[in-house]
């Protein structure tokens, strides 16, 4: 089996660095204080551990999709989706995370 990973770029593309010093500092023109100019990198997702509600809901044993949303708002400390594009969309989160997750569950509940 092989495993597939999506490094996303530092910078989108087309997008240039600001306009100022090319030393990699930044001039705040309003303080005119030298600060580093830096950007993130975003963490290595496997894409294969990405799952949609449908696969949450089978991991967690639900019956039905929408009870991931209730499971969202009832449990705080559920994993959040790595993704969520607002009411109505899909939301995504990650397998491992997920998984982690149901089986801290059983073992409280066992307990």
């Known amino acids: 089996m092989s495993v597939t990973s999506v490094q996303v770029p530092a910078r989108p593309r087309g997008v240039t660095a600001p306009p100022g010093p090319s030393n990699g500092e930044h001039v705040n023109n309003t303080e005119m204080v030298r600060k580093p100019y830096h950007w993130e990198m975003s963490p290595v997702v496997d894409t294969d551990d990405l799952i949609d509600s449908h696969e949450v809901a089978?991991?967690?044993?639900?019956?039905?999709?929408?009870?991931?949303?209730?499971?969202?708002?009832?449990?705080?400390?559920?994993?959040?989706?790595?993704?969520?594009?607002?009411?109505?969309?899909p939301r995504v989160w990650l397998r491992p995370e997920i998984q982690e997750w149901a089986e801290l569950r059983r073992k409280r509940s066992a307990d």
């Open 58 to 89: 089978k991991i967690l044993g639900l019956s039905k999709i929408n009870s991931v949303s209730n499971y969202l708002k009832r449990y705080p400390d559920m994993p959040r989706p790595v993704v969520d594009f607002g009411k109505g969309r």
